[in-house]
T-cell receptor, first 110, second 113 residues
Framework: GENVEQHPSTLSVQEGDSAVIKCTYS??????FPWYKQELGKRPQLIID?????GEKKDQRIAVTLNKTAKHFSLHITETQPEDSAVYFC?????????FGTGTRLQVTL | GAGVSQSPSNKVTEKGKDVELRCDPI?????LYWYRQSLGQGLEFLIY????????KSGLPSDRFSAERTGGSVSTLTIQRTQQEDSAVYLC???????????FGPGTRLTVL
């Protein structure tokens, strides 16, 4: 089955700096790659997603890139703010279900 | 419109007891998923329902876990003879179609004493 690896497990950046979280996947048939943000005690919420026919997608301060050949995709957050502090999960979908990465705890410090 | 809802929000039970967790998906969503999230950990897939098809039970950790989805809407996850290692947050998600964006419920925090 699909295997998704996510790095780093923790990331601390200063407010205003950029943050990058990287994921790799194993199943070349995966065609959908969402990113979820989970604040402490809250449910995971979709923040951005990308499908395999697109290489990059941007939504204000967040962007996702996909390299199908290398089977990796990344989340980029620019001009980070304290409210960006959360756990971020990547996921990859092959066939019917999503396989999630293990999460990255992002801490934005003042 | 209403999002995915789950009940109860918290459940404390004694080891060996059975528990039932409920999920109400977004109206019209044909796909429903159950995940388990242990403290500080990622999301572990448990089971997936799509329309009237047989569910994908490949993530259920043992035969103590079962789930059903009646009428293609509400789903119940049942854990029999609970163990302390079952303590976790159980999250439900739904999507309009298989492969579409999944929307999560608030979860049920299960504590087995």
């Amino acid at each position: 089955g699909e295997n998704v690896e996510q790095h780093p497990s923790t990331l601390s950046v200063q407010e205003g700096d950029s943050a990058v979280i990287k994921c790799t996947y194993s199943d070349s048939a995966s065609n959908y790659f969402p990113w979820y943000k989970q604040e402490l005690g809250k449910r995971p919420q979709l923040i951005i997603d990308i499908r395999s026919n697109v290489g990059e997608k941007k939504d204000q301060r967040i962007a996702v890139t996909l390299n199908k050949t290398a089977k990796h995709f990344s989340l980029h957050i620019t001009e980070t703010q304290p409210e960006d502090s959360a756990v971020y999960f990547c996921a990859a979908k092959a066939s019917s279900k999503l396989t999630f990465g293990t999460g990255t705890r992002l801490q934005v410090t003042l | 419109g209403a999002g995915v809802s789950q009940s109860p929000s918290n459940k404390v039970t004694e080891k060996g007891k059975d528990v039932e967790l409920r999920c109400d998906p977004i109206s019209g969503h044909t796909a429903l998923y159950w995940y388990r999230q242990s403290l500080g950990q990622g999301l572990e897939f448990l089971i997936y329902f799509q329309g009237n098809s047989a569910p994908d039970k490949s993530g259920l950790p043992s035969d103590r876990f079962s789930a059903e989805r009646t009428g293609g809407s509400v789903s119940t996850l049942t854990i029999q003879r609970t163990q302390q290692e079952d303590s976790a947050v159980y999250l439900c998600a739904s999507s309009f179609l298989q492969g579409d964006t999944q929307y999560f419920g608030p979860g049920t925090r299960l504590t087995v004493l």
